[in-house]
């Protein structure tokens, strides 16, 4: 079993669509770097980030979302979305918040890597290169296969708690 522990948070808004209803929006970030450049569908992530041994989970998720985002998480009581196990083992913790954020004002840090592997040159890169809105159906799309689990659990969460 993996021992690469991440937490995160997924920002959600209701604004009105097409049809003229209010629809729940979701913001999800795009990896960054040179192997994520062509991926799309099933690539996208919500912003998190790693947790040390000893790190309060949620405090991570807080400091995760900024450092890719570039913006504070909004207050508010985040909304609990459990774990799930990615397909290379690593364990995401995961909450919701109901807030706003421009894409175009968000910015990410940087890693460093290797670039192009074995040329010994070091290259800088997003952890996320950009941010957007989706629409359920089109997060769903869009997300890792192990995190569209989140949106099934906020969801649900939305629901009962309108009533």
């Given at each position: 079993?993996s021992?690469?522990?991440s ?18 929006e979701?913001l999800?970030g795009?990896?960054g770097?040179?192997y994520?450049t ?8 919500i ?7 000893g790190?309060?989970?949620l ?24 774990t ?31 670039w192009?592997?074995g040329?010994g ?8 290169d950009?941010v ?19 949106i099934d ?10 009533g």
């Amino acid at each position: 079993m993996s021992s690469r522990v991440s937490a995160g948070i997924l920002l959600y808004r209701f604004r009105e669509q097409p049809d003229g209803r209010a629809g729940l929006e979701l913001l999800l970030g795009h990896p960054g770097g040179p192997y994520s450049t062509s991926r799309d569908l099933g690539h996208w992530t919500i912003p998190k980030g790693e947790v040390d041994e000893g790190d309060d989970l949620l405090a991570v998720a807080y400091r995760e979302f900024e450092e890719e985002t570039g913006h504070a998480a909004p207050a508010g009581t985040p909304l609990t979305l459990e774990t799930t196990r990615q397909k290379g083992g690593k364990l995401v913790h995961a909450w919701a918040l109901e807030g706003d954020l421009d894409p175009a004002a968000a910015h990410s840090n940087a890693f460093t890597m290797e670039w192009p592997p074995g040329s010994g040159a070091l290259c800088e890169f997003p952890e996320i290169d950009r941010v957007e809105w989706f629409t359920v159906d089109e997060a769903r799309r869009r997300i890792k296969d192990a995190q569209a689990v989140f949106i099934d659990r906020l969801e649900e969460a939305l629901t009962s708690h309108s009533g």
